[in-house]
């Protein structure tokens, strides 16, 4: 693959966008340049995806999303010294993508999953690292005499377990970006959830019998929040309310001292007596709706999500971020997740397989440039858009193969019940937490499905007819050219 000139890149991706004077915020995240534009008419889409390097553009609200692929990180610094701007702050307005005044349900909930999206983001990689540190602890305890008993294992177990328990205090820390907080308050307010005095009362209620406690007489409901994101993201939307609030009726010489007392102190009674429960509660109820689904037809749960993922999922980028929480809390409360990471395995391991075979087949040069690393990008990171905008929206039947093939992994994981014992198993170098002592067939229940998608996608790439066009616009949706002929 050629070596791109990012700085070059970077100037012709600011000069498309209005300049300098029009950005309002630089972001990114695994495989997107977010900008945040004072005016979004001005950013040239056309010409945007024109450039060498650039999947596909995506309009989020107020934010145009430039999709790059692997490439982020080396395109973000450059991009951060041609425009001037230093980025890597997430968007501080609550803006879910409901800036055209659009209130339809419809719209409401794709905008409450953008937002989750948002929010969830920037907190990823950390669930990364406890998958990784997870599978360290396998594979160590499995082939390298790692002794459970030893502090190394526990400093190892504690790391890998981490990132669960204090996932409040991280999206506390996110959510007060997305709501103009105070980060340090959101952050403290998350840290009274978890505290070892609260969940003291927690246990001693459930010893007791008792499911409520009193905070100044009023009713308060024991409950923990580890590893829960709900209940935090509600408070601290209240908290942004409640500052706002405070800033106009405290006076400013008395402010710096007494704001922040009274924030947390109106904060802990809200939080502690209604939005805490509150988010807690649907929390149980979705993990209750998925248990449902799981014990009258377990085959369903994840082609279902995957079915819509795409199809109407399409038009709701990274909606799938917003389902984290139904993993954290599966590993939470079941030791492993059959849902979220499963779903996901479709998702990266069969467009990572489709971009390979195209690889193979394609005679387009650039096809082969865009193709080789988006399957490396897919199979070995778990990273999936690069194929999806590079190669998928491009050639719609490949689309097709690819949502069959994935459909059929996800049917063929949902019957089996393949699980994922730590976050990231979704892709091949993380094919050791599907192994569990308890559980080590389940390693080749997900080999099969692997093996499976192979033969699907290789088939559905090499007998069907496409031609993978240099001059066509990447990043569009598919359409009904799907049943066009050729």
Known sequence: MAKLDYKAMSQSILDNVGGTENLANVNHCATRL?????????????????????????????????IVGQIIEDLFFAFEKVSGVKGGVVDENLDPGLSNGNKSPLALFLGFLQLMAGIMSPVIPT?????????????GTTFFGLDSTTSTYTILFNISQAPFYFLPIMVAYTSAKKFNVEPPMAMLLAGILLYPGWEALVSAGAEAGETFTSYFGIPIYLCTYGSSVIPIVLSVWIMSKVDGLLKRIIPHTIRY??????????????????????????????????????????????????LFSMTL??????????????????????????????????????????????????????????????????????????????????????????????????????????????????????????????????????????????????????????????????????????????
Request: charged share 15%; glycine share 10%.
């Open 127 to 139: 669930l990364i690292i406890a998958g990784f540190f997870s599978l360290i602890l396998t594979l």
């Open 313 to 486: 999922g399409v038009f709701c980028p990274g909606f799938h971020l917003a389902l984290i929480p139904i993993a954290t809390a599966n590993f939470a409360t079941l030791g492993y997740d059959d849902v979220i990471n499963i779903w996901f395995f479709s998702g990266t391991t069969v467009p990572g397989f489709t971009a390979l075979w195209f690889s193979l087949k394609t005679k387009s040069v650039k096809g082969r440039n865009v193709g080789i690393p988006a399957a490396i990008s897919a199979l070995f990171g778990g990273i999936s858009e690069p194929t999806t905008y590079g190669i998928l929206y491009k050639v719609p039947i490949l689309y097709i193969v690819n949502t069959v093939a994935g459909f059929i992994l996800a049917l063929y994981n949902g019957i089996v019940g393949t699980k994922a014992y730590a976050y990231g198993a979704y892709y091949l170098t993380n094919l050791p937490l599907f192994y569990s002592d308890a559980d080590p067939g389940n390693l080749y229940k997900a080999l099969i499905g692997i093996g499976i998608v192979a033969v699907i996608t290789f088939v559905g790439v090499m007998f069907t007819k496409w031609e993978y066009s240099e001059d066509d616009e990447a990043g569009t949706l598919p359409t009904m050219s799907f049943f066009k002929k050729k």
């Open 34 to 66: 977010r900008l945040k534009l004072k005016d979004p008419e001005k950013a040239n889409k056309a010409e945007l995806k024109k450039l060498d390097g650039v999947l596909g553009v995506e309009v989020a609200g107020e934010e145009t999303q430039i």
């Open 257 to 306: 001292f007494l704001k922040p007392v009274c924030l947390i102190f109106i904060m802990s009674i809200i939080t502690l007596s209604i939005t805490g429960p509150l988010g807690y509660l649907i929390t149980d109820y979705i993990a209750a709706g998925i248990n449902f689904i799981r014990e009258t037809a377990p085959w369903l749960t994840v082609p279902a999500i995957y």
